[in-house]
């Protein structure tokens, strides 16, 4: 089946909203003047993250008056059933600390569907990008693409498995689940942010999953993977980008995930403190990182 036209110009605008996100962060990314503040929940935000929302809003505002636009710097404009939604740079403490993994996230959802998805990480330099209906595709731009599929790896003991942090678990009082995951599958790797999801579309990776992210963070990957052949939900299971987490996998090995998430959700519920969560992930066994 092949992609809506209108889904196809919207995809080239997105890509021209990305080649201008690149340019602006390529020339922050280790600025000696780079300006740093926090917002009130402790997260970083730079210069480069602003000006490249604002830059991908002055673009919006003349080529698509008509949509809204979500971003995670800015407030939320427009109305209708067509909202652009912007995450300026997806790894902002790996842009601060100059480790080159990080990301412009551009999506277009229609009503509460993900149409459209671009990722940007030019450090990397690559690009990862579908629309409804029309594949997903990693390259450097629409004339230099390769088609994505995920994997077929069926079971969880020959699974590969990438997330952002064992912290985020425990915090999220789900530390135990997660050790089990961790000590079910076959190997683990802490590739983090938007790269872990972006591995699974690719068939390098088998499960990706993190389990607290907003928006943002989520809308541009959650196409991606569906279009590649794979499956993304809530950590909870629900279709879509609307949390509480997202898990990307082949969708051979979701449901699997899932149960292994969910099984203990009571027990780790019982523990009033962090401190306990994490003994008990100890105590579990997680399977020390292999080299």
């Not at 099984?263 to 997680?286: C, H, M, N, P, Q």
Request: charged share 25%; proline share 4%.
């Amino acid at each position: 089946m092949a992609a809506r036209k209108e889904l196809t110009d919207d995809l080239r605008l997105a890509h021209v909203l990305a080649d201008n996100a690149d340019s602006i962060t390529l020339a922050r990314f280790r600025a000696q003047d780079l300006r740093v503040s926090h917002k009130p929940d402790l997260t970083e935000v730079t210069d480069a993250d602003t000006a490249v929302e604002e830059a991908i809003r002055r673009t919006l505002g003349s080529s698509r008056p008509r949509d809204a636009v979500h971003g995670e710097e800015g407030e939320d404009t427009g109305w209708g059933p067509r909202r652009w939604v912007i995450d300026p740079i997806d790894g902002t403490a790996n842009f601060v600390r100059g480790v080159p993994a990080w990301a412009t996230l551009i999506a277009l959802m229609v009503e509460d569907k993900v149409e459209v998805g671009v990722v940007s990480a030019p450090l990397l330099g690559r690009r990862w990008w579908a629309c409804t209906d029309g594949g997903s595709f990693t390259g450097k731009s629409l004339m230099n693409a390769t088609p994505m599929r995920v994997s077929n790896v069926s079971s969880l003991s020959d699974a590969f498995l990438s997330y952002s942090s064992l912290k985020g678990w425990v915090d999220a009082e789900r530390g135990l689940q997660f050790g089990d995951l961790m000590r079910t599958v076959w190997r683990t790797r802490a590739f983090g942010d938007f790269w872990s999801h972006m591995l699974v579309g690719e068939g390098a990776v088998d499960i990706s999953v993190e389990p607290e992210l907003a928006l943002h963070d989520m809308a541009a990957l959650d196409v991606i993977v569906r279009e590649a052949g794979g499956r993304a939900t809530s950590i909870d299971g629900t279709d879509g980008p609307v949390g509480p987490g997202l898990l990307c996998t082949n969708g051979l090995l979701h449901d699997e995930v899932l149960d292994l998430l969910a099984e203990f959700a009571e027990d780790a519920a019982e523990k009033d403190e962090t401190e306990e969560s994490v003994i008990i992930v100890g105590r579990r066994g997680l399977p020390p990182e292999d080299h």
